[in-house]
C-alpha cells in the first residue's frame, strides 16, 4: 500500500450548497472549512458515520461533466433500501435524472452536475 484515500473532492460553483445537498442525501456533518486540506473559504467538507469523506472546492468557472461522453471522470454509488422512494426524495433535492432505471439503479445529476446512482443492495 502507498498510502490511504482521504477523501473524494468535488468541483462545483458553490460548495457549501453542495455539500448541503449530499448532508441532505447521504447524512453527516459539513465542515467548512476544514483545515488540513482547504483551499479557501470557498470550501466545504461532509463527514459521515459511513462511507467516504466528500469534499467540495468552489470553483468559479465550474463546468459539470457530461454524463455517458469519454471524459466522465467518475461516478457516485449511494445504497438505499427503496428505490422509488428514494428516487422522490433525490427530485426534492434538486437532482436531475440522468438515466431510467436498470434494474436496481438509476442515474442522476446532482445541482452541479456529477453524476451519482441509487443502487439496492
Known amino acids: 500500500m502507498i498510502g490511504q484515500l ?3 473532492v468535488l468541483d462545483c460553483p458553490d460548495a457549501r ?3 448541503e445537498f449530499y448532508r ?3 447524512g453527516g456533518e459539513i ?3 476544514d483545515p488540513r486540506w ?3 473559504e470557498g470550501s466545504a467538507v461532509l463527514r459521515g458515520e459511513n462511507g467516504p469523506v466528500l469534499a467540495f472546492q468552489g470553483v468559479a468557472d465550474h463546468h459539470p461533466p457530461v454524463w455517458g461522453a469519454p471524459e466522465q471522470q467518475f461516478l457516485l454509488d449511494v445504497r438505499v433500501d427503496d428505490l422509488a422512494a428514494a428516487h422522490e426524495a433525490v427530485l426534492a433535492l434538486g437532482a436531475v435524472p440522468l438515466a ?3 434494474g436496481d439503479a438509476r442515474v442522476y445529476a446532482d445541482p452541479a ?3 451519482f446512482r441509487l443502487v439496492r443492495p
Open 38 to 40: 482547504a483551499v479557501g
Open 100 to 102: 431510467g432505471e436498470t
Open 24 to 26: 441532505r442525501l447521504v
Open 31 to 33: 465542515e467548512s472549512p
Open 6 to 8: 482521504r477523501c473524494v
Open 113 to 115: 452536475g456529477h453524476p
Open 17 to 19: 450548497e453542495l455539500a
